[in-house]
């Protein structure tokens, strides 16, 4: 049995991450560990004594009782959770470091906003942590229906390909557990610039594309032992075809990989997982190679 690492929300933001972890850790029969961070600064303050030991003591109960709150409205009847509310600030390096831990997934509230002079908590985790990491959507589908599984059908470089099969194997493992159907997708980007210099034909360019990437999708159906219609092949860039067809299947999760870029490249451009989660309202596990 595996388990998974929640970060509870802060209680303004209430109680997503836990409502949600849980019932999927109940899904797939995982155990669960819960870990809320509380910090405000008293350096400065003038206190005498163990004033200060005292006041950070009460917010840590205080937060131990809030989330302890969710833990049992959300939990099931057998489910062992465990909780730790860290005193921490900086809390993506605490995170980074405790996912040295075999945890199936790291599940995290999404914040999704990004300038260039500042990176969120989410992107850096998307960037840097070891472990997949679930982004639960605060606004979901009000009908959820299946999984949705999106891979890089063209690649020929051995981690991707080898991320495109732990991408179906987990999202058909989630798929099992949520008892929901599994649609696997893949994009053909046409070059804008090639098509409107008119050297690209894009309806006979597709369809080419389409038929070498066919056997591409018999082996991995194979492999994976599900029938070749839970594969579809769209025509458009990536994040607009995961973003099309999610909103179309109402999907409830979606599971890509991404592959993290780091310094002032990542900040000025992204990934297409940074790009899906701007504009996604569903769950969605990255997955890294």
């Excluded at 465990?82 to 605490?94: F, T």
């Excluded at 679930?134 to 991707?160: F, H, N, Y």
């Excluded at 299947?249 to 899906?276: D, I, P, W």
Aim: hydrophobic share 45%; aromatic share 4%; charged share 25%.
């Amino acid at each position: 049995m595996g388990k998974l690492l929640i970060v509870a929300d802060r209680v303004s933001k209430g109680d997503i991450a836990v409502q949600r972890g849980l019932q999927l850790a109940s899904k797939l029969g995982c155990g669960v560990d819960v870990v809320a961070f509380c910090y405000t600064s008293i350096k400065n303050l003038r206190l005498k004594g163990g004033q200060r030991q005292e006041i950070k003591k009460n917010l840590i109960a205080r937060r131990t009782d809030e989330v302890q709150a969710q833990i049992d409205r959300f939990s099931t009847g057998g489910q062992k959770v465990s909780l730790q509310v860290v005193w921490e600030k900086d809390i993506v390096p605490w995170i980074i470091k405790r996912c040295a831990r075999p945890y199936d997934a790291l599940v995290k509230t999404g914040h999704r906003s990004e300038t260039f002079a500042y990176t969120s908590t989410d992107w850096q985790l998307l960037r840097e942590c070891p472990r997949p990491v679930l982004i639960v959507a605060s606004k979901k589908w009000q009908r959820t229906k299946p999984i949705l599984a999106s891979v890089d059908l063209g690649t020929k470089l051995p981690e991707k390909i080898a991320l495109n099969h732990s991408v179906i194997a987990t999202a058909k493992t989630y798929a099992a557990a949520l008892d929901a159907p599994l649609v696997i997708i893949s994009a053909i980007e046409v070059p804008a610039i090639l098509t409107d210099l008119g050297l690209i034909d894009p309806g006979p360019y597709v369809k080419e594309i389409k038929a070498e990437l066919k056997p591409v999708v018999t082996e991995l159906a194979e492999a994976h032992e599900l029938p070749v219609s839970t594969f579809r092949i769209k025509k458009g860039p990536v994040e607009k075809v995961i973003n099309s067809v999610a909103a179309k299947e109402r999907a409830q999760l979606l599971v890509m990989g991404t592959v993290g870029r780091r310094g002032v490249q990542a900040k000025l451009l992204g990934n297409t997982a940074e790009g899906v989660l701007r504009h996604i309202r569903t769950d969605v596990l990255a997955m890294k190679p």
